[in-house]
């Protein structure tokens, strides 16, 4: 049978443009369906968004600290509309960027919906597509629950766009991107409130950086209202009402709501069971919630249809944009490049980038000794203040920690709640990932003076 394609990738976020230009570099012929700009929730309303956002709400700290040094600042203002354009300009910037990354590399963009009809056939606009193979990298979206009032909150596909900045923004969710956004906001000025299911943020996360977090978080003026859920919003004269669900914690009145409690992925709307995809079900964590659907995917992203493939949020496996890469990358090459591979999901690191910031790679202390037992894991921490601050009275702290195989000394699991958390865990996770003993950390002679020789000063 003939097709118009070899490949058709429906999604142009990571996975799907990482998946599309590599299968086009070994000679397919690939074209890639998009309804939205062109990079995904990444580079929309994702990663590079949200860390232009972090880096502005660093800077009224930055203008405190140089006082400790000597320098005079005068007042400062943020001009919220210059700053939520420029971000806008950059996310258009690198759409088109990655317009001209498919045109160099000969792959055509259909900038329109695609839905499967069968196994071999998708349907865009008013046209009928058939490829040998199909990629589906269309990835996740943010959920509210279905509560009363939900139409008045946002997500943090809006967060992006409000046209004027909150005075009080009330936040729930204390998963990454809540307490994200909690931090961005407290840095820029706006008054905070975090509003979580249980007694601590971040949950699957190392507990040292889970409290090394919500207790810097709460030294900045974030104010986090544990063990209670939203029970009903209303619009009132003053803002949006939050009634929780302790009868005893006062109703919160915020003029902007961010709902952040999880991302399901974005399967609806799809054709799957045209084409008899099959899906897995998971139940979202939440009063509100319904059930969640994933793309069921083997060790090589196959679908239980031979033809079919999936990669990155989609599939609800570890959601991050540089493993939704990987997989795209890993099925090119086992598809069209004659290297059969997976894709490992092991040992990879991710940083969240609150105030304070934090990055971790591996086993987490408890993950450690389910697997080997107490007398199994050997815990290496430290916790100081960074020199940067000796002048400026802020007491910021940095955590530190290694967890460590008793019986081989390989290092299992690296964590840090500080300044240059990711940049520094960046690093040590090749090490993590090569499999280094505390032995070779202790070997390795330090950069002084930095926070991070303290991950090879450590006894």
């Known amino acids: 049978m003939t097709f118009d394609y070899d490949l058709f990738v429906i999604g142009a976020g990571s996975g799907g443009l990482a998946a599309s230009k590599r299968a086009a570099s070994y000679g397919a012929k690939v074209a ?160 905070v409130t975090q509003i979580i299911r249980k007694d601590i943020i971040l949950k699957g996360f190392d507990e040292d950086i889970r409290t090394g977090i919500q207790e810097g978080m709460v030294n900045h003026g974030i104010r986090i209202i544990q063990n209670n859920v939203v029970t009903a919003v209303e619009k009132v004269p003053e803002g949006i009402k939050l009634t929780l669900s302790d009868e005893n914690t006062e109703p919160i009145i915020a003029d902007v709501f961010l709902v952040a409690t999880g991302r399901i992925p974005n399967v609806e709307g799809l054709g799957l069971e045209n084409a008899g995809v099959e899906v897995v079900t998971s139940k979202m964590d939440g009063p509100g919630y319904s059930t969640a659907q994933a793309i069921a995917v083997n060790e090589y992203s196959q679908t239980n249809q031979p033809n079919i493939f999936a990669v990155g949020d989609v599939t609800d496996r570890l959601n991050l944009t540089p493993v939704a890469i990987g997989e795209g990358r890993a099925f090119a090459d086992s598809e069209f490049g004659n290297n059969r591979r997976e894709f490992s999901h092991e040992n990879v690191a991710t940083a969240i980038f609150a105030n304070p910031e934090a990055a971790t790679v591996g086993l987490t202390e408890a993950e450690a000794k389910t697997k080997l037992g107490d007398e199994g894991v050997k815990i290496f921490r430290t916790r100081f203040r960074p020199m940067y601050y000796s002048l400026t009275g802020a007491q910021e702290r940095t955590m530190m920690k290694l967890v460590v195989d008793a019986n081989t000394d390989r290092v299992l699991g690296a964590h840090m709640v500080g300044d240059s958390a ?34 090879v000063t450590m006894r």
């Open 32 to 191: 890639i369906a998009e309804n939205d700009l062109v990079g995904g929730t990444c580079v929309i309303r994702g990663c590079v968004p949200k860390k232009l956002m972090v880096y502005a709400s660093h800077f009224p700290a930055l203008f405190n600290h140089a006082a400790g040094y000597g320098w005079q600042v005068g007042e400062t203002k943020l001009n919220w509309e210059h700053f939520i354009t420029s971000i806008d300009k950059e996310v258009r910037r690198l759409s088109q960027l990655h317009i001209s990354f498919l045109e160099k590399a000969g792959v055509t963009l259909i900038p329109d919906r695609a839905t499967l009809l069968d196994t071999h056939t998708v349907e865009v606009g008013d046209r009928k597509i058939t490829a040998d193979k199909i990629l589906i990298a269309v990835g996740g979206r943010p959920v509210k629950p279905d509560l009363p009032g939900m139409e008045y909150a946002i997500t943090s596909n809006e967060i992006f766009h409000l046209k004027e900045q909150p005075k009080h923004i009330a936040i729930i969710g204390a998963g990454y991107i809540g307490t994200e956004f909690a931090c961005i906001m407290r840095g820029l000025g706006s008054q």
């Open 422 to 455: 990711a940049e520094i865990i960046q690093g040590i996770a090749i090490a993590v990932k090569m499999g280094a003993t505390k032995k070779d950390f202790d070997a390795t002679v330090g950069i002084h003076p930095s926070a991070a020789e303290e991950f």
